[in-house]
């Protein structure tokens, strides 16, 4: 089967089709991080698409920008960390040439006379930018000459409700631990594999003690409806929007607010707190997630301690990054408000358990056997995803 087939899997010659994927990253916009990610002015925050790298940098005058990690002399890198903090100026480990923060202007650059970055040689030398839009502290980026905003337009109509009382795009957040993975998997099938959750049973043996399976499987088992409806009672009481959203227009985003079982505070193995300092309209722990799927490469975890966000990137066929961030209030202190490998465990053991499942899928993709197998009424997000997929890529 080479013809695609919507509620089917991918074609083979479509997996493992970098031009493909090029072409969708470079028309859509894709999630590349959050506010959390570079909380203080001078942060920045590594990431790479195919062969190319790139930025996020908070500016002195606090607007996050992406530009391309690249010196405009002779092409070395120029921010080496995965995340960090730039000085002054971004200078290159190289020959020194150093580039204003703010806009990327070549300021300096030595063995060229002063004269040089403000001649039309030198201007023309400044860092390439990359457009990007921040939604309630999420950072999109669109690496088209010509972006089409009304993407972004509906994510924010889609989202804004639910994340507004979180006021992450304020700031008051800050990163406590990133983690990011070069994964032998194609990025599809980490994809595929994490908008349906009919796997989590078998698989996620510890995130399933946290969640009844009906909030994934769209089983309304009658002890679910019970622990929902009791959730719905309290987000009421806090004003919080509640009702899925999924599927509209261009079909860039869902989102959800699932409960957890009531003896969990927050998504941690023993149930215990993540974080000591409530985030959001939280004045006490709520036992639940504010889940979204961001269309092509995102999903993000909002709970009333901390903030879990997961993305993924193309390197090749077979290769990709998988970022994960975890962030909290910026008055948390580690070792008394919140510990690391407590904060980070359920999701670092979950992704660990999902990328064996998506190197399989890869290496079974790249079968002279495979035929592209039919998605299930409760893989329904996998249908919406390929069917979104085929339509911007081709
Ligand atoms: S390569 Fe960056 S200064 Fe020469
Ligand atoms: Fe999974």
């Known amino acids: 089967m080479n013809q695609y087939t919507s509620g089917f899997g991918f074609p083979q010659d479509v997996i493992f089709d970098d031009a493909r994927a090029r072409r969708v990253l470079s028309q859509k916009w894709f999630f590349v991080g959050t506010r959390g990610d570079v909380p203080e002015p001078r942060n920045y925050f590594n990431f790479q698409l195919f062969d190319d790298q790139y930025f996020l940098l908070h500016g002195t005058d606090g607007v996050i920008r992406c530009m391309v990690n690249r010196c405009q002399h002779q092409s070395a890198r120029l921010l080496k960390q995965d995340t960090g903090k730039c000085p002054a100026s971004i200078i290159c480990p190289n020959h020194q040439w150093a580039y204003n923060l703010n806009d990327g202007t070549l300021r300096n650059a030595p063995g060229f006379g002063k004269e040089f970055p403000t001649s ?13 839009v921040e939604i309630s502290g999420m950072i999109f980026a669109c690496l088209s000459d010509n972006p089409d905003y009304s993407d972004m337009d509906e994510i924010v109509k889609i989202i804004a409700p639910y994340t507004d009382p979180f006021g992450f795009e304020k ?63 309290r987000w009421e009481g806090l ?21 957890m079982y009531e003896n969990y505070k927050s998504i941690t193995f023993d149930g215990a707190p993540a974080s000591k300092k409530l ?9 639940s997630t504010l889940s979204m799927w961001f269309n092509p ?7 009333s301690d901390h903030i879990a966000t997961n993305w993924v990137l ?31 465990n359920v ?5 660990a358990e999902d990328v064996g499942l998506c190197m399989s899928m890869t290496s079974g993709a790249r ?19 390929c069917d979104w997929y085929m339509k911007y890529s081709a």
């Not at 039309?120 to 990007?132: D, F, I």
């Not at 594999?193 to 089983?219: I, M, V, W, Y």
């Open 171 to 233: 700031g008051g957040y800050k990163l406590a631990h990133h983690h990011r993975e070069i994964i032998d998997a194609n990025w599809l099938m980490v994809m595929i594999n994490n908008r349906e959750c009919c796997h989590c049973t078998n698989n996620h043996k510890g995130l399933t003690q946290l969640f009844d399976p009906s909030s994934f499987n769209g089983a309304e088992t009658p002890a679910y409806k019970v622990l929902f409806d009791r959730a719905v009672q």
């Open 347 to 351: 999701w670092k053991v979950t992704n």
């Open 314 to 344: 193309p390197l090749g066929p077979e290769k990709c990054a998988l970022y994960s961030s975890w962030i909290v209030r910026d008055d948390a202190v580690e070792g008394e408000d919140y510990d690391v490998a407590h904060l980070t």
């Open 279 to 287: 985030i959001g309209p939280f004045e006490d722990y709520d036992p």
């Open 239 to 259: 004003g919080l929007t509640w009702q899925e959203k999924a599927f509209t227009l261009n079909d860039s985003a869902r989102i959800a607010r699932y409960p």
């Open 120 to 132: 039309a040689e030198g201007v023309s030398r400044g860092l390439q930018q990359v457009p990007v």
């Open 367 to 385: 079968s002279t056997h495979y035929k592209p197998g039919p998605f299930a009424a409760d893989e329904q997000h996998c249908k919406q995803f």
């Open 297 to 303: 490469n995102a999903w993000i975890h909002f709970t």
